[in-house]
């Protein structure tokens, strides 16, 4: 059975924007230092409100000791790093806003629907959103770690989810913008100089047919939605 991606990539495309804007909602609702954690079956949301005078701490994501995490998150190998220098403001800066939302998403079977350029690719990782608003001007790389979901496959690199060519089609994964510092068979580390959207993109295995069963389980079973 061939699963068609390309039919539901808008609706995919269009899901990332509804849960960014959806982070943003909830930040403005918060404390300043208050933090808002939403996991579901499919994706796991970490949201927080800090000053931009002085935002306090190093941001680490996904946060396994908290409560009410699931298994899957919970035992994910998955991991973000954001230094607080990242949100270093000059003093020639200036900006009405007074704090940063901060949010960060892993969706666990996003990248199943997200399209590829090219048939023999595949996005071998759950998918990793980094949002932060207002845009600060990142001085220092943010440290991603994501795990692979396929055996089997070669050469896997970072990619960052470019939609400025929407008139064009729905978007592509582009290597621009996040850097592969290591990659093992288990795992790919990228350092990423913007905050986006990221993934890693595989070469698929030979016997792709066998490699991509839980795949087609994942799709019957309608784990590509929110809930």
């Keep these: 059975m061939l699963i068609h991606f390309t039919k539901v990539a808008p609706g995919s495309i269009y899901l990332m924007r509804v849960v960014e804007d959806f982070i943003h909602i909830v930040g403005h609702g918060l404390k300043v230092f208050q933090s808002a954690l939403i996991v579901t079956d499919n994706l796991v949301t970490s949201i927080q409100r800090e000053p931009v005078s002085a935002v306090s701490t190093d941001i680490s994501f996904p946060m396994k000791g908290r409560r009410g995490m699931k298994d899957w998150a919970k035992n994910s190998e998955d991991k973000l790093y954001i230094p607080k220098e990242v949100f270093t403001r000059s003093s020639s800066e200036t900006d009405d806003s007074t704090y940063y ?22 996005i071998n990782s759950k998918v990793l959103t980094v949002t932060v608003r207002p845009q600060p001007k990142a001085s220092e790389s943010i440290v991603v770690e994501l795990s692979h979901l396929i055996n089997g496959t070669s050469d896997a690199h970072c990619v960052v989810w470019d939609d400025s060519k929407m008139d064009s089609g729905p978007g592509s994964w582009d290597p621009q913008g996040c850097e592969t510092v290591q990659t093992q068979a288990s795992h790919t580390k990228c350092l990423c100089n913007q905050l986006a959207t990221i993934a890693i993109l595989a070469q698929k295995p030979r016997d792709s047919r066998l490699s991509y069963v839980s795949v087609e389980q994942s799709w019957k079973r309608g784990q590509y939605c929110i809930t």
């Design 101 to 122: 939302v901060i949010g960060a998403v892993l969706y666990r079977t996003l990248g199943l629907i997200l399209p590829v350029t090219k048939k023999s690719m595949a």
